[in-house]
């Protein structure tokens, strides 16, 4: 039935709608129409979009900027491939290792200390998912000074303790040597165990290339920064008299060691 109020107003009344009849179709869609303000084609899709584009190229200059300065510095190169290539030095995981009456998960390393050794450690420490009281094995003929400070920090700030060794295959402690920069970075340990067997070797350090022209002022500088590490690892500054005494190693006896506070515990050495 039509509605009265359509007749009564004078408007063409739709017939009835009944049940066999198809339905409307949908109205069609509407589109605005495409601003061409800007021109068409490639020429128009970039200048409309101007503002996205000078963004997009201000961020990739900055990063090229960014790696072109870090890749130029003289050291660039053998950063990256420390870090990314060739490590200089390797990493185990031994499970269950007895030391000092306790079995311990031990992060084995050895190898000469690199330009990346830092943050290489830190990748096998998330790796390797230490606890605290857990072991650093150390087994290395020194290398990058700095490195091996940020490498004891790191081991001190997760709680672990130090020894010099290797580990065997059937996962015992083995004599090993640290030497120069390496007991630096064995300096990090909560507790640092002498091993029967391993060796500790010092000597004078020295500064290679991005310093001044003052090697005098250099030295300096790294004494104070090695004496203000060593203090806050407990360790007495009679170490870097020790070091600064020779230019060749010197290995340090059970006692001197000792006497420094640079060993603090000892452990019995393997037998046969």
């Known amino acids: 039935m039509n509605d009265p109020r ?13 049940p066999w009849d198809k339905p409307a179709p949908a109205p069609a869609p509407e589109f605005e129409p495409e601003d061409t303000s800007h021109g068409t084609g490639a020429l128009g899709f970039f200048r409309r979009h101007l503002m996205s584009v000078a963004i997009f190229v ?38 269950n290792v007895e030391l000092d009456g306790r079995r311990r998960t ?3 390393l050895r190898g000469k200390i690199g330009p990346a050794a830092a943050s290489w450690f830190r990748g096998r420490l998330d790796e390797a998912k230490l606890k605290p009281g857990d072991v650093v094995l150390l087994s290395s003929p020194g290398g990058n000074l700095n490195q091996s400070i940020i490498v004891g920090e790191n081991i001190r700030a997760r709680g672990l303790a130090t020894a010099v060794g290797t580990i065997d295959a059937a996962g015992q402690i083995r004599p090993g040597s640290c030497a120069s920069a390496c007991v630096t970075a064995f300096a990090g340990g909560t507790v640092r165990y002498d091993i029967g ?37 407990g360790i007495s ?36």
Not at 6 to 18: D, I
């Open 197 to 233: 067997g391993s060796r500790l070797g010092v000597h004078r350090f020295t500064t290679r290339g991005g310093g001044s022209d003052d090697p005098v002022a250099d030295t300096q500088r790294t004494t104070g920064m090695v004496l203000s590490y060593l203090k806050r690892m």
């Open 58 to 95: 201000l961020l990739t200059s900055g990063v090229l900027i960014q790696a072109y300065g870090d890749l130029s510095r003289p050291d660039a190169w053998d950063y990256w491939k420390d870090l990314y290539s060739t490590p200089s030095m390797s990493a185990s995981v031994v499970d």
């Open 237 to 272: 500054s009679s170490l870097v008299e020790a070091m600064s005494a020779t230019a060749d190693i010197r290995w340090l006896d059970a006692q001197e060691a000792s006497a420094m506070n640079l060993v603090t515990a000892s452990a019995r050495g393997p037998r046969g």
């Open 6 to 18: 359509q007749r009564n107003s004078g408007l063409p009344v739709p017939p009835a709608r009944r």
């Open 106 to 108: 031990v992060l084995a």
